[in-house]
């Protein structure tokens, strides 16, 4: 019940905050390449039911339902490659926290096609949380190509308002990367 509280008091303050920054992102997004300025996706949320995630769109139009970790770099947009780095792309998520299908911290969201994570979670437990804008994963830097690391990182997790604060704190900082896209080449761009 706490982490709840915490949750809705921070995602309420932060939508507060970053309301007209994540409105001018929208509008950059929108100038930046066609299509709409947000984002949505179903993603597998708390005891694996699938929510609609909401995040500003780093991606050009028509790139399909995939991860990114299954994208190449050029289907980042200019904008989006900015937003991705800086991690500003979440900020929309601070809805899915409010309303209560996410956490601001927790297990990262997958896709409901990324079956081999979904049954490594729920075989470990981490289904039973709440997904989140970041968690244990994020910080080690571990992203969704490596869906067995990925699962075992997530099980460390161990909610507390201190562990949060830390958590949420890294990433504030810049500690841990997003999920990779493919270079060209095989290298990775975040």
């Known amino acids: 019940m706490a982490k709840r509280t915490f949750d809705f008091l921070a995602a309420t303050a932060g939508l507060v905050l970053f309301a ?101 979670r729920n075989r470990l437990g981490v289904l039973r949380f709440r997904p989140g804008i970041t968690g244990v994963a994020q910080i080690a830097g571990i992203d969704m190509s490596d869906p067995q690391r990925l699962a075992a990182a997530d099980a460390l997790y161990s909610p507390s308002l201190l562990t949060d604060l830390r958590l949420v704190f890294l990433t504030v900082v810049g500690a841990g990367r997003g999920d990779a896209v493919r270079e060209l080449g095989h290298n990775s761009v975040r």
């Open 20 to 120: 007209v920054p994540i409105f001018l992102m929208a509008i950059a997004v929108r100038m930046g390449s066609r299509g709409p300025a947000l984002f949505r996706q179903k993603r597998v949320g708390r005891n694996g039911r699938t929510f609609t995630c909401y995040k500003l769109r780093t991606m050009r139009q028509g790139i399909g339902n995939l991860p990114s970790h299954e994208l190449t770099a050029d289907a980042i947009t200019p904008i989006g490659a900015k937003l991705r780095r800086l991690k500003l792309d979440e900020l929309p998520q601070l809805w899915n926290v409010l309303c209560g299908d996410m956490s601001l911290v927790g297990p990262r969201p997958c896709l409901p096609s990324q079956s081999e994570l979904i049954d490594a």
